[in-house]
T-cell receptor, first 113, second 111 residues
Framework: ETGVTQTPRHLVMGMTNKKSLKCEQH?????MYWYKQSAKKPLELMFV???????ENNSVPSRFSPECPNSSHLFLHLHTLQPEDSALYLC????????????FGPGTRLTVL | DQQVKQNSPSLSVQEGRISILNCDYT??????FLWYKKYPAEGPTFLIS?????DKNEDGRFTVFLNKSAKHLSLHIVPSQPGDSAVYFC??????????FGTGTSLTVIP
């Protein structure tokens, strides 16, 4: 498989559930990102990992917990989410350097009931 | 406060004509700009970029223009094709910092 993949593509969860989003990149990149896209809003950067270390957090609520076990994999652990967290969650990767062109996965459409 | 704005949520253009998508930014320190294209159920894909040392960059049917004094960016697609129908996002960054994205413009090319 090539590029950036994300699973699951769709997720429906209750507010008390715990779930995880997975992202995998096959591009040899060293930086990975989580973005949130809500309706009629710009993409919001949530987390940046560079060489597997978190370098950006942008004041995301603690109910979102990222994990980057290696340069190819990125997870977003979700717990006690709110309905307003329903959105498209996009993963991206790039070569080292936040200003390098980022390559996006297809996203996970999350619905919180 | 949005640093990158795309004020037209949608645009319709006849096939073969020019599509012009606009983007404005507020931070004069931004020095690198990208356009992404997004089809439904897919992630954004990189289309074209421009750095602040240039005012134009061309790649086939796609040309990006940068007007630094106006803090304005535009993407021209000519000739437009039905396959160009998608949502287009512009993004801007200051070297070494994160990208800021616009809200997107949905382009429909009518056959």
């Amino acid at each position: 498989e090539t590029g950036v993949t994300q699973t699951p593509r769709h997720l429906v969860m209750g507010m008390t559930n715990k779930k995880s989003l997975k992202c995998e990149q096959h591009l040899g990149h060293n930086a990975m990102y989580w973005y949130k896209q809500s309706a009629k809003k710009p993409l919001e950067l949530m987390f940046v990992y560079s060489l597997e270390e978190r370098v950006e957090n942008n004041s995301v609520p603690s109910r979102f917990s990222p994990e980057c076990p290696n340069s190819s994999h990125l997870f977003l652990h979700l717990h006690t989410l709110q309905p307003e967290d329903s959105a498209l969650y996009l993963c991206a990767s790039s070569h080292l350097g936040a200003t390098d062109t980022q390559y996006f996965g297809p996203g996970t459409r999350l619905t919180v009931l | 406060d949005q640093q990158v704005k795309q004020n037209s949520p949608s645009l319709s253009v006849q096939e073969g004509r020019i599509s012009i998508l606009n983007c404005d930014y507020t931070n004069s320190m931004f020095d690198y700009f990208l356009w992404y294209k997004k089809y439904p159920a897919e992630g954004p894909t990189f289309l074209i970029s421009i750095s602040s040392i240039k005012d134009k960059n061309e790649d086939g049917r796609f040309t990006v223009f940068l007007n630094k004094s106006a803090k304005h960016l535009s993407l021209h697609i000519v000739p437009s094709q039905p396959g160009d129908s998608a949502v287009y996002f512009c993004a801007a960054s200051q070297t070494g910092n994160q990208f800021y994205f616009g809200t997107g413009t949905s382009l429909t090319v009518i056959p």
